[in-house]
């Protein structure tokens, strides 16, 4: 089937099998490196992306259901407050559930400006990190909220 | 200090969240053929016949390899030292199949598409055999899982594959019958635990190709490069010299990449086809035939008089290896070895018991290597001694354990695998850990319970655990210094990153020495054509063994700096000093920059490559130690256990870099919380891992844990690099016993067999 949608901004037209998942088309025809298979179910979220501003597992999307949508991925991101965000918090250690941490933390911000601890806690729940123990984590997003806070005072 | 103790970033950090390629699954070869295992279906069985035929005929498949194609060379798939002290017991491929998952055929096609259907299209036939599925009746079953005569240990580790036991050890220092018949107070219980998984997020990858020279190239997600090295030229029967392993970032370890798993199959068909190969590992397949931690029981006694002084510790246990006795000896006697130690004062220790083959996942290093399974035993032992005793358990322990300059005959007697060394414990803190804890948890008002409500009980509890930095005598890791011309340094080492961030740390140690930004010192880690040897990332050894090593490293590289500079400012060497920026005259104004230095040592003036190196093997592996204590609220109409605050205070010595210290912690002690509460293991009757999924075996997530509060003690520990000891293990040894701790004294139930699950609190509640 033909799909036409766009990704990080760039429209893209392609013939795809009905079966493949977004997940195999996304990383392995797109080449879009950042989308990680940590367990193919739907459970760890390493496999996060964003489509028309919610996050998504893409190991549990089709790739035809990408159908005049609009997708983002760390790739795509212009603004680099939150990746900076992590960095600074140190929130990062393999890196592999990351990116997709960094998407979901995009969707919570699309929605909320300014989030609590719980709701923080809730929007993450859905991507699973062994490395971190999660808080550094937490605190990275706080952080973005501040940094995007602070850009937003010097307007 | 500088650069040391300095919070900075980890250097990869940003370049991991642009999805670059990084990973081994990112960076394999385009071309690669997809590699993929036909599985045993049975717990144990031998393969009468296997008929490939139909399978190879299909289009795309390239070479379906079975045991009658491949080398068959005992080796051991474990990353340790050499000679290894895990029986050589596993093959390439076998006849036998030892466990459901273990490998059957290699399989290898253009797609995936194609070695899937080739998968369903090969017939095997097998004899089935009864499976030993319960390690409490492995030792003489009727089933013996290794009857091949092949198999054998490199050394004395006490292996009887004919009673199916793997390892077992020994040891007693004074008499602990005669010790125990003069204690006031004794108590015995025994403690389980379970088969924990890794669950690191990027699965077991491996890509492998055969380069311009002929030589084989492995690019794998490994803790252990020149093991992995090691370990396939012994497998294939090919010189190390034919083989270059690769390590690019890693997506996690936690010892359950301190092996080789993916790296024999895709090599096995490279070295068939000549063609590059990839293998990346199912989630399910990570669960079911890489590695889980070892499993295992603990009978312990415990004697006091009734002033509160422990006189005596008997140990006995058992544990179960799985299918191949990856690891055995050597987790079983660290259940010892970094436990006993903590109570120096005893009249009399014994520690003994055995590793025993079954048919089930294989288990082997996982963070804590046998720490956390004897600290979840002695810890909860000491609790109820303190009880008995009737005294506070933070005072029994204050009163018995280890202070610093204190030793213990442990650590002479027990190393791993073999004889350890003797040592003081010349930096422990473990005092003021203990008292930060107290005070951070609220102790003197919180224990042991307060009633919330008619349902809900909140109690704490506390453990105190130890580990090592490095494997004394064994573990050596090297690196090497290279000047360039802009006054940069790379900065070659062996040792493995897996994520924890050493990397920086080890650029932070040279760049303190330099004493130049740690940006300027340019990391690479590790290939084994280009980088020094390193044993790799275990045994909480980086920071320590490695980091010892670059800081020999730029020490000498220093010298050769002030050397060079002294000749081209004309002074004797004794006048001069290098300050990170300038090379200078002492007494004088004659200066020349590093940058300068640097250039004209490459293009212009006496041209030669300033390069140092340095190794560096422990004479001694201090401990870090730790005090944890939880804060549990325990709902008494469902046994559910709510975490509220857990409070970990380590003495990790100096903290390199206090950012990745902490967060190295913080996970630790959230796999620990995992372990504890969440994360359970179940098998069918007939020997399949259920629990082979995130859906079945659940792992925390953030809404899971309570509020964590680490905090560090510093000490200086005069062996450690600018005072540093290790870090990586030590966060995940206290959660089960520090909880279990406070769920008894919440609503005095003491649960001892991991994981702590509502159904066995109320079950017991409901026994009361």
Redesign the interface.
């Given at each position: 089937m033909i799909i036409k949608f766009k990704l990080n901004g760039k429209e893209i037209v392609k013939d795809v099998p009905v079966h493949k998942r977004a997940l195999d088309f996304l990383r392995d025809d797109l080449g879009?490196?950042?989308?990680?298979?940590?367990?193919?179910?739907g459970?760890?979220g390493?496999c996060t992306i964003l489509v028309d501003g919610k996050n998504i597992h893409s190991c549990l999307m089709l790739a035809v259901e990408l159908d005049g949508k609009e997708v983002l991925?760390?790739?795509g991101l212009k603004d680099k407050t939150i990746?900076?965000a992590?960095?600074?918090a140190?929130?990062?250690?393999?890196?592999?559930?990351?990116?997709g941490f960094?998407i979901s933390t995009k969707a919570l911000l699309n929605e909320n400006k300014n989030p609590s601890s719980e709701e923080i806690?809730?929007a993450?729940?859905g991507n699973?990190?062994?490395?971190?123990?999660?808080?550094?984590?937490?605190e990275a997003v706080k952080l973005a909220v501040k940094m995007y806070n602070k850009g937003s005072d010097k307007k | 200090m500088k650069e040391v103790t300095r919070k900075i970033p980890k250097k990869d950090a940003l370049g991991l969240l642009l999805g670059k390629p990084v990973y081994t699954d990112d960076l394999a070869p385009k071309n690669s053929l997809i590699v993929k295992i036909l599985r045993s279906p049975h717990a144990f069985a031998k393969i009468k016949n296997i008929d490939t035929l139909e399978a190879t005929n299909i289009e795309g498949i390239e070479c379906i390899l079975t045991y009658k194609d491949v080398p068959r060379i005992p080796v051991t798939r474990a990353g340790q030292g050499y000679p290894e002290p895990s029986p050589h017991d596993w093959y390439i491929l076998d006849e036998y199949v030892r466990y459901v998952g273990d490998e059957v055929a290699i399989v290898a096609g253009k797609d995936e598409k194609c070695v899937d259907e080739a998968l369903k299209k090969i017939k095997v036939e097998y004899e089935v055999f009864e499976p030993v599925l319960d390690f409490e009746k492995a030792e003489g079953h009727s089933s013996v899982i290794h009857p091949e005569k092949e198999t054998h240990p490199m050394f004395e580790i006490g292996f009887d594959a004919q009673k199916n036991i793997a390892a077992s050890y020994e040891m007693e220092i004074g008499s602990v019958e005669e010790e125990l018949k003069k204690c006031d107070v004794v108590v015995s219980e025994r403690f389980y635990t379970q088969a924990q998984a890794h669950v690191a997020f990027e699965p077991h990858s491996a890509a492998s190709y055969i380069d311009m020279q002929g030589r084989l190239v492995i690019l794998t997600s490994t803790q252990v490069p020149f093991h992995v090295r090691r370990i396939i030229a012994e497998a294939f029967d090919i010189p190390i010299k034919n083989i270059r392993v690769i390590k690019p970032r890693i997506g996690g370890g936690f010892g359950g990449k301190q092996a080789v798993h993916g790296e024999p199959f895709v090599a096995a068909v490279t070295l068939k086809t000549g063609k590059p190969a990839k293998i990346v590992y199912t989630r399910q397949e990570v669960f079911e035939a890489t590695y889980s931690r070892h499993p295992m029981r603990y009978d312990i006694t415990l004697g006091a008089t009734k002033d509160g002084k422990l006189k005596v510790i008997d140990m006995q246990g058992l544990s179960d290896t799985g299918a191949y006795g990856e690891h055995a000896l050597t987790t079983f006697m660290v259940a010892g070895s970094k436990t006993l130690p903590m109570y120096n004062k005893v009249d009399a220790v014994r520690f003994k018991g055995k590793v025993v083959y079954t048919n089930k996942v294989p288990a082997g290093a996982y963070r804590g290597y046998g720490a956390i399974q004897g600290n979840f035993a002695l810890e909860s032992a000491i609790d109820l001694l303190a009880e008995k005793l009737g005294m506070d358990p933070a005072e029994f322990r204050r009163k018995n354990m280890i202070r610093e300059g204190e030793t213990s005959p442990i650590f002479k007697i027990m190393g791993e695998g073999r004889e350890g060394v003797d040592m003081v414990v010349r930096s422990c803190k473990l005092n003021e850990c203990l008292e930060e804890g107290m005070k951070l948890i609220n102790w003197k008002e919180k224990f042991p319970r307060k009633k919330i409500s008619e349902t809900k009980y909140r109690g704490v509890g506390l453990a105190i655990a130890m580990q090592g930095s490095g494997i004394a005598n064994i573990d050596m890791g090297a690196a090497v210094l290279k000047l360039n011309d802009d006054g940069s340094f790379n900065l070659l080492v062996g040792a493995t990153d897996l994520g924890t961030g050493s990397d920086t740390i080890l650029a932070q140690i040279a760049a303190e020495v330099l004493n130049v930004p740690t940006e300027d010192i340019i990391v690479y880690s590790s290939d084994t054509d280009l980088t020094p040897f390193d044993v790799g990332a275990y045994a909480s050894s980086t920071t320590y063994v490695s980091g010892n090593a670059v800081k020999r490293a730029a020490e000498k590289m220093k010298k050769l700096i002030i050397k060079e500079g002294a000749l081209k400012l004309g002074l004797d060497e004794s006048k001069v000093d290098f300050d990170g920026k300038y090379i200078y005259e002492i007494n004088g104004n004659k200066k020349v920059s590093l940058k300068e230095l640097a250039t004209v040592l490459l293009y212009t003036e006496n041209q030669k490559q300033l390069i140092s190196d340095a190794s560096y093997v422990g004479e001694e592996s201090p401990p870090p130690f730790m005090a944890g204590f939880a804060e549990v609220e325990v709902d008494i109409e469902t046994g559910k256990v709510k975490l509220i605050n857990y409070v970990a205070v380590v003495d990790c010595g100096v903290t390199i870099n206090p950012n990745l210290a902490r967060i190295q912690v913080e996970g630790g002690l959230v796999q620990g919380i995992g372990m504890t509460l969440f994360e359970d293991v179940k098998y069918s009757p007939n020997g399949k891992l259920l629990t082979n999924n995130l859906m079945h075996y659940k792992i925390p997530s953030r809404l899971d844990i309570g509020n964590i509060i680490v905090k560090f003690v510093e000490s200086y520990e005069p062996t450690g690099p600018f005072g540093a000891k290790s870090v990586a293990e030590i966060g995940i040894d206290t959660p089960p016993a520090a909880i279990a701790n406070a769920i008894y004294n919440a609503v005095g139930v003491r649960i001892k067999t991991l994981p702590i699950t509502p159904e066995k609190i109320l079950m017991n509640l409901n026994k009361k």
């Open positions: 879009v490196l950042s989308i990680k298979e940590g367990c193919g179910e459970e760890c390493a991925t760390v790739e990746q900076n992590f960095v600074e140190g929130a990062i250690q393999c890196g592999f559930c990351t990116p960094i806690k809730e993450l729940e699973l990190c062994r490395c971190t123990g999660y808080l550094k984590i937490e | -």
